[in-house]
């Protein structure tokens, strides 16, 4: 059986992620720091099949333990994607050291460590994947998102040499460039548009704002054997906006 390190668990793309993972016969190790009640719940529909494990992934001097006791529990693990992450909108000026190393931290440095530490020998299967997510944010003006983006994009220029190195352990690792998915995360900050500006935001897609199974999809997809022709690739789902009339 597969087993899948899912972070951000109870988020909106994790949860989504690691039930379409679920139902598709593969094991899910998920990592949260809060476990729902909600996911609890899933767990109890796929007894033995999804394993909680609550940590603060921030804490970045302990995720090579936490990945070594996860693998000495479940087994080498066949594929990872991070979920995990937070946005906070906030225009430059503003912009405080720590909050932009609070989105750097959990949105870059977890998963460049996570996905070292599975490139171990013996801490990952024989043809693993790795699936991280980046976003639009990354590649156009979206005032109030720079460190964010930022982020983002030192998630992207992290693909290729990963890519290059990870594929002689055969492990693939690709990343998916999202537009607003209808998330808690994004509406942490959507809700705070006016009602002009989240009328233009929804008509700038115009096959509509994400919905978590949209992502979850792609990323099932990039982890799975059907993929297994793709590496260092970064697939975008963006409901049209990058070919929209204007």
């Not at 949860?15 to 729902?36: F, M, N, P, Q, R």
């Not at 804490?59 to 070594?68: R, S």
């Not at 066949?78 to 000026?93: E, I, R, Y």
Request: charged residues 20%; hydrophobic residues 40%; negative net charge.
């Amino acid at each position: 059986m597969e087993k899948v390190l899912v972070t951000g668990v109870c988020g909106g793309i994790g949860k989504c992620t690691a039930e379409k993972l679920l139902a598709g016969g593969s094991a899910v190790i998920g990592a949260d720091i809060e476990i729902s009640e909600s996911i609890r719940e899933t767990a109890e529909k796929y007894p033995g099949k999804l394993f909680l494990y609550q940590t603060d992934l921030t804490d970045t001097d302990g995720l090579a333990e936490f990945v070594k006791r996860i693998v000495s529990v479940h087994g080498p693990v066949s594929g990872f994607v991070h979920c995990a992450g937070f946005d906070k909108m906030m225009p430059l000026h503003l912009s405080k050291a720590r909050d932009i190393e609070a989105l750097w931290k959990i949105h870059a440095l977890v998963p460049m460590l996570i996905t070292a530490a599975l490139s171990k020998k013996n801490n990952h299967t024989e043809n693993a994947a790795v699936v991280l997510i980046t976003s639009q944010s990354a590649h156009e003006g979206a005032m109030g998102h720079s460190a964010y983006a930022a982020a983002k994009g030192a998630v992207e220029g992290f693909l290729a040499p990963a890519a290059a190195e990870l594929m002689e352990k055969n492990i693939r690792i690709n990343e998916v460039c999202l537009a607003p998915v209808k998330t808690p995360m994004s509406e942490s900050w959507t809700n705070k548009l006016t009602d002009e500006g989240r009328k233009r935001l929804a008509e700038s897609y115009p096959l509509g704002l994400g919905e978590p199974e949209d992502a979850a999809e792609l990323i099932c997809f990039l982890l799975s054997s059907e993929s297994r022709w793709i590496n260092g690739q970064i697939i975008t789902a963006d409901g049209g906006h990058s070919v929209r009339k204007v």
